[in-house]
């Protein structure tokens, strides 16, 4: 198990936007960090109120969005207008080229999400766009699939041979790990114990696919895994 810190993490802060970066993005350049598998990118945004990312390009990359706090405005030349809240979650494939815009929907509170970026298993296709939506009760205290490549289960497809699930954990749950191939846990709040080691709001961990681990719950917390080939 390899641990990634909350503090090791890169930063930037453009007034509006305040960023943590869990691999190398924009002006943050680690080498030793430069993505996990075909995990290429973890940000941690938090938008001010009227604030986002103005209309701009993509191509070859899934680009996941997961709404943790506040309202997020998608738009993009696909002809797609959503507002993504708490429990959505957004797949965006860009395939050959795709323009789109994110922007806090509120005037008054602030937009706290994490934008994931998936390195494609097919390069060149049509871009394309899915949303849904995952209660609470269906993430409490389990391991929900919220992302995999043929959209099991009823989540979100993805251009790639990969699994995300999300959990929602009170103190004392314990949970194990889903059949996982190469993992990244990542803690989006709270506090976990894994392996002897405790993890807290923006640490992460590593796991090869011969490391078995399972999770405690210590304080109210909210997790993602990342299955990967």
Known sequence: MKIRRSNERGYAD???????????????????????????????DRVSAGHGFGAHPHRDMEIISYVLEGEME???NMGNGEVMRPGDVQRMSAGTGVLHSEFNHSQENGL??????????????????EQKHFPEADRQGQWRLV???????????????????????SAGDQVAAPPSRYAWLHVVKGAVEVNGETL??????????????ELTCTDASEVLLFDLA
């Not at 960023?19 to 990118?41: C, E, Q």
């Not at 807290?200 to 681990?213: I, L, M, R, V, Y």
């Open 112 to 129: 706290h999400f994490l934008q994931i970026w998936i390195e494609p298993a097919q390069r060149g296709i049509r871009p394309s766009y």
């Open 200 to 213: 807290t709001t923006g640490d992460a961990a590593a796991f090869t696919p011969d490391e078995q681990f």
């Open 147 to 169: 992302i995999s490549q043929e959209g099991h289960n009823g989540s979100v497809s993805v251009n790639q041979d990969m699994n995300l699930y999300a959990s929602l954990l």
């Open 74 to 76: 998608h738009k993009d």
């Open 14 to 44: 453009h007034g509006w936007l305040r960023s943590y970066h869990t691999f190398s993005f924009a002006n943050y350049m680690d080498p030793n960090h430069m993505g996990f598998r075909a995990l290429r990118v973890i940000n941690e």
